[in-house]
């Protein structure tokens, strides 16, 4: 079935500072969403973006659907970012399937 | 108001209990799920409805049953518990048009 690896799975940042974080999975998906898990285990919807590139405020995203990969971006973080971060894939190939990556753990430091 | 509720948020029950998990939304979404969160792991599907007339197992439904009551309510039991069914439980739901899922706030499930 298909494969969704994320990377890299722990990150540690200085308040401020940039990353990217990146989903790749091994077979054409028909969307791809962005969560945060945050410390209480909420999740929080950050992008769906089967392809192309989106924004919004300090975080933005990009999908190349054709090469198989996600990139989300996260600039001037803040300690408030920390978390965990999924990206999510459904497929309908051999049934209806919603995929998760194992997540990238991100702890930013004030 | 939330517009994906989950009851309850927590419990603790025993080996061989049987236990409802409860999810009702109003976004008017037809499709619901239900997923499976261990520690440090990321979500496993157990079931899907694309309406109410539909229901499907996901990756790792045994153990589990759903129902889905109404368009906006679809419940999760666990007829037998066991501790490996430890874990967090979210519910989710989306549109049949762009699938966009969103979640509730979890139930956080301890089998003793």
């Known amino acids: 079935g298909i494969q969704v690896e994320q990377s890299p799975p722990d990150l540690i940042l200085q308040e401020g500072a940039n990353s990217t974080l990146r989903c790749n999975f091994s077979?054409?998906?028909?969307?791809l969403q962005w969560f945060h898990q945050n410390p209480w285990g909420q999740l929080i919807n950050l992008f769906y973006i089967p392809s192309g590139t989106k924004q919004n405020g300090r975080l933005s995203a990009t999908t190349v659907a054709t090469e198989r990969y996600s990139l989300l971006y996260i600039s001037s973080s803040q300690t408030t970012d920390s978390g965990v971060y999924f990206c999510a894939v459904d497929t309908n190939t051999g049934g209806f399937k919603t995929i998760f990556g194992a997540g990238t753990r991100l702890f930013v430091k004030a | 108001d939330a517009d994906v509720t989950q009851t309850p948020r927590n419990r603790i029950t025993k080996t061989g209990k049987r236990i409802m998990l409860e999810c009702s939304q109003t976004?008017?979404?037809?499709?619901m799920y239900w997923y499976r969160q261990d520690p440090g792991l990321g979500l496993q599907l157990i079931y899907y409805s694309f309406d109410v007339k539909d229901i499907n197992k996901g990756e790792i439904s045994d153990g589990y049953s759903v129902s889905r009551q109404a368009q906006a309510k679809f419940s999760l039991s666990l007829e037998s518990a066991i501790p490996n069914q430890t874990a967090l439980y979210f519910c989710?739901?989306?549109?049949?048009?762009?699938?966009?899922?969103?979640f509730g706030p979890g139930t956080r499930l301890t089998v003793l």
């Open positions: 989710a739901t989306s549109d049949g048009s762009r699938n966009e899922q969103f």
């Open positions: 976004k008017g979404h037809d499709r």
């Open positions: 077979d054409s998906v028909n969307n």
